[in-house]
């Protein structure tokens, strides 16, 4: 009587993790299928960073401008205006650490203690 359940689970488990897999890999590849796909939207959000388990910024591109936001538990708030974003082909690597970086990490800081 164990043999069968211990021979169940042998059989059963990787195929349910199988299936598993399968589905997230098939859900990756129609995604772009789908109604409001990447090439569509108006809205992209390029790369974000968790400055603390609450808190992350992120860089999204809204009608050809670039906007830095913090997303917290609470909401979000807006922290700078960038220029315009460039086109995705032009899309350059960012440099580690820049100046307005550094200022809007500082207002976002301020803007917490407060």
């Known amino acids: ?25 098939l859900w990756r590849k ?12 108006t809205i992209a959000v390029r790369e974000t960073m968790m400055i603390s388990p609450g808190v992350k910024l992120a860089v999204v591109d809204f009608e050809g401008r670039r906007l830095l936001v913090s997303v917290t538990r609470t909401g979000v708030t807006l922290v700078d205006k960038g220029g315009a974003a460039p086109a995705a082909d032009e899309v350059q690597p960012v440099a580690a650490a820049t100046p ?11 803007g917490s203690r407060a």
Do not use: H, Q
């Open 100 to 110: 307005s970086f550094r200022d809007a990490l500082a207002n976002l800081t301020r």
């Open 30 to 41: 129609l995604e772009t299928r789908m109604p409001g796909a990447a090439a569509t939207r």
């Open 1 to 25: 009587m164990m043999w069968t359940y211990v021979l169940k689970l042998i059989v059963l488990l990787p195929l349910v993790c199988g299936l598993m897999i399968g589905s997230l890999y």
